[in-house]
């Protein structure tokens, strides 16, 4: 089985430089054309199953993605896909942030650790998207699944596939996972393994 995870398009708070956490943040014009390019780089590809986060703009990537199926009610929405929560930084500029929290709140960032703050720990994302892949393994006779989610879910994801011991936070290691990109994790007899990561050419 492939697992292909695509992040969401560009939202109004990723242009901004804010935090979006659990909010109802949507695409950017060119967040929805970065969905429409996605699209067509997967067209050849069949996925027997799609899951998606539930929040709004992994919604509306998933509808430009997916179209016929978000209107055929076949995507499966899951609150384990959600992004990692900030708690009270929603919609506040990164900028502002660092002249009143300093370094540790420079850290927290890096880390993608929120708990101190209101929002999630690291941890918290991690057991989250471990619950989740979990379920994927018990669908382990389909051959493709397709994923809307979060930069800091296929993080997670990633750290929990390669093995980083999950008392790392999962923004210590240094994978980028741009807007829209396509990230394939493969799973067969009981194993994981990563394919590709941050992938934004034709996908296979």
Same mark, same amino acid.
């Given at each position: ?38 699209? /067509?780089?997967?067209? #050849? ?6 899951? &998606? +986060?539930?929040?709004? !703009? @992994? $919604? ?48 927290? /960032?890096?880390?993608? #650790? ?6 999630? &720990? +690291?941890?918290?994302? !991690? @057991? $989250? ?61 009981? +194993? ?13």
């Amino acid at each position: 089985m492939k697992v292909y995870f695509i992040r969401h398009g560009q939202t109004t708070c990723n242009a901004a430089g804010w935090h979006q956490g659990w909010g109802p943040i949507g695409l950017t014009e060119k967040g929805f054309a970065q969905a429409r390019e996605t699209k /067509r780089l997967i067209s #050849d590809i069949h996925f027997d199953k799609i899951y &998606s +986060s539930d929040l709004l !703009r @992994t $919604r509306q990537t998933a509808e430009v993605i997916f179209t016929d199926e978000f209107r055929a009610g076949r995507i499966h929405f899951d609150a384990d896909l959600r992004e990692i929560d900030t708690g009270v930084f929603y919609k506040k500029a990164f900028s502002d942030l660092y002249p009143i929290y300093g370094d540790e709140y420079k850290r927290r /960032r890096q880390d993608m #650790d929120y708990g101190i703050y209101g929002g999630d &720990s +690291s941890r918290a994302i !991690r @057991t $989250r998207v471990e619950n989740f892949l979990c379920r994927i393994e018990a669908d382990a006779d389909l051959d493709r699944v397709a994923v809307v989610a979060h930069g800091g879910v296929i993080l997670a994801a990633a750290n929990i596939i390669l093995g980083v011991p999950p008392e790392l936070p999962i923004g210590r290691i240094p994978i980028h996972v741009a807007n829209c990109s396509v990230s394939v994790f493969g799973y067969d007899k009981g +194993s994981w393994s990563v394919k590709q990561i941050n992938y934004t050419g034709r996908i296979e």
